[in-house]
DNA sequence: TGCAGCATGTAACCTGTTACATGATTAG
DNA sequence: CTAATCATGTAACAGGTTACATGCTGCA
């Protein structure tokens, strides 16, 4: 229930309810294209949302074989969002998910206070500096023998976090002088 | 047979033949943490890398009931790994595998030519930038009535990308002036 | 002798992909 | 009226996660 498409199509639907067709549409013609438009993905999604009690479909004009179905966030979804929102990154979120960062981030505006995404931010640079420097430490000994094609690699990986790192301190500095988010 | 998992898989055997042990303690302990070390992952992918004749496995005491097995790539396996390396990056790359491209990056240098990697990384550029010129003219619209989060998600997104274009720049003034690699 | 670490595997489950199937609506 | 587009869905398949099961090896 929590992967990067259910937490995607969660956060869309805060934000105004949305039908599957909708939805593709978003992931289809936005900046959201790394996530899947298939049918096979979007439908099946929202059906575990709504079994899960996360969000509810009502249909529209009942009476046709094939009905529009428009799904709204229950309280549930919206807390659930929420927590998932709140919660702390990991190095685990680093080293796995750092493509649910910007997701994440995305919907926090609208559902916490500045403070938590100012906290959240906070705690993203921490980790990602510790997460960098580690990343140094251990592949100080390798990088001599390491073909200039992998160091390559490797270098592209650190400049990766390092781009979210800068990131995260510029999104702070503009978001702490700001009255509303 | 195409996942990252099988791709960097392939790639490490490709340098050395390895047990799937020595896999996953590389997956575990190296740069390439992102990469799943579970056995539920690791064994089932050099099965099918065996099942589909790009690696051979070869028992090490075959007496015990748990041999030791080690792989290697064969030749199908080689000019698999070297075909797929040598693919121009395309839009889709970039969307739904921009993570793959370390991983390609990491081989080329063993398996490639100089021409054909200064070639991968001058596709790379442009494909690149041509996808954050279509991402930002298609955002410039929507730009003013996005929330400061979201706004902020999707310039994340973008230094992402550019991180990428000024790696292979410098990568390619770097690999151009090298002998060998 | 027993425990830690080396080493290999499987089974149930979850989710996304691909390909297909179908119905409703609208513009020419 | 017919083609395009809107719109919803399913089935087979692929591959990863989690949790579990098992055997071997060296050393204290």
């Known amino acids: 229930m929590d992967s990067d498409l259910s937490i995607a199509v969660l956060g869309l639907l805060s934000l105004r309810p949305l039908s599957g067709y909708s939805v593709r549409k978003i992931f289809l013609t936005t900046a959201w294209k790394s996530f899947s438009s298939s049918p096979g993905a979007i439908y099946p999604a929202l ?4 079994a899960a009690g996360l969000s509810k479909g009502s249909v529209e004009k009942g009476e046709t074989l ?30 796995w998910r750092l493509n649910s960062i910007p997701l994440r981030f995305a919907f926090m505006g609208t559902h916490l206070e500045k403070e938590r995404v100012l906290d959240f931010l906070t705690g993203l640079t921490t ?9 140094v430490a251990e592949n100080k000994s390798l990088e001599n023998e390491m073909p ?13 976090l390092r781009t979210h790192v800068r990131w995260a301190q510029k999104t702070y500095n503009e978001l702490k002088d700001k009255k509303e988010i």
């Open 127 to 135: 980790e990602l500096n510790a997460y960098v420097d580690s990343l």
């Open 47 to 50: 059906n575990r949302l709504e």
């Open 148 to 160: 200039f094609c992998s160091q390559a690699a490797f270098r592209l990986g650190l400049e990766n």
């Open 66 to 95: 094939r009905p529009r179905k428009i799904y709204a966030l229950t309280k549930k979804g919206e807390s659930t969002l929420k927590q998932y929102l709140a919660k702390p990154v990991t190095r685990e979120d680093i080293i």
